[in-house]
């Protein structure tokens, strides 16, 4: 409209522009039509903006450095969900503190995308959470390949997503991760066959251990969920293992290896170093593992270094 046109209207200009910044301020807090897709977890979240670009708006609902066993979400991001285009989550029990959100989506009939239930899945190793699924796939990047397919297959179907932006951004980032799993391998075969072996504070790396040939030892918390707990005996049994292995290096969650340490003090003199790691959340930009290949670049080092000093 030209400003001539505005000064003829006179008086029902106010009302008509009170009108049009109403509508603009609603289209901006998301009622235009821009894709909504709602993500559970930091790792996943950033993985589903690789592959969907600027084709839907992205939600992630796990903020950085959480605990994806643990964390919860406000009423306004629950709600958030019911109205999503899509709704993607890790599965195999990982989110335990939105697994109801997520169940109240699919109850609602938002469209819903499990990585869990498009990949080869591994059980727990035996005697810890036996017989249970790992929910901990992406530590294995040819596994995350088959989400991101599965993934382009979800996304080019959602209305108003340019479906060969998507699929032109899913082959840059499926060629990423084929870097990726040749640097590690490249990495870890440096490791000598009697040092592959992996004690944690939690078991995260299955895996990761079954793709390139390591052995899990054990771990702190003998279960794959951070809200368990060691008992003197599991530690004993643990602080066992690490002198028979001869592991050299034990790796922690990077925000809490004093802890790892502590524990393992407490029950045996072992001379071993702990390194941490970036395990199941990204962290804030600037922390070391604020995308997916950062995150599994920088562990690649840190376990190819520990278990080769």
């Known amino acids: 409209m030209t400003r001539t046109k505005r000064a003829r209207l006179g008086g029902g200009v106010a009302l008509a522009a009170t009108v049009l910044a109403v509508s603009a301020a ?21 993985i589903v903006e690789q592959v969907v670009g600027d084709q839907a708006e992205v939600t992630t609902l796990m903020k950085p450095n959480a605990d994806p066993h643990s964390f919860e979400i406000s009423a306004r991001d629950a709600a958030l969900m019911e109205r999503a285009d899509l709704v993607v989550s890790n599965g195999l029990g990982l989110e335990e503190g939105v697994q109801q959100h997520v169940d109240r989506a699919v109850d609602a009939g938002v469209p819903t995308f499990v990585a869990g239930d498009r990949i080869e899945v591994l059980d727990y190793a035996d005697g810890d959470d036996s017989g249970a699924a790992d929910p901990h796939f992406w530590t294995d990047p040819a596994r995350v390949v088959d989400v991101v397919e599965a993934l382009e297959a979800e996304l080019v179907e959602i209305p108003g997503v340019d479906a060969e932006a998507v699929r032109a951004q899913t082959a ?30 939690h078991h995260v790396f299955g895996y990761l251990a079954e793709r390139f040939d390591f052995e899990v030892i054990g771990a702190v918390i003998p279960g794959g969920t951070t809200l368990a707990a060691p008992s003197a005996a599991d530690l004993r049994d643990l602080a066992s293992a690490i002198e028979a292995a001869g592991v050299p290096t034990i790796f922690a969650e990077s925000s809490q290896p004093d802890r790892l340490v502590q524990v393992l003090a407490s029950e045996a003199g072992i001379d071993v170093d702990v390194v941490g790691l970036f395990t199941e959340s990204l962290t804030a930009p600037g922390e070391g ?15 190819a270094q520990g278990l080769t000093r």
């Open 26 to 46: 609603c289209s901006a807090g998301g009622a235009d039509d821009t894709p909504q897709v709602v993500v559970t977890t930091n790792i996943l979240g950033d």
């Open 289 to 303: 593992a604020d995308t997916y290949l950062d995150m599994m670049r920088a562990n690649t080092e840190r376990i």
């Open 172 to 201: 840059a980032y499926l060629a990423d991760l084929e870097t990726l799993d040749a640097e590690m391998i490249d990495a870890f075969a440096a490791i000598p066959a009697e040092r592959r072996a992996l004690v944690t504070n």
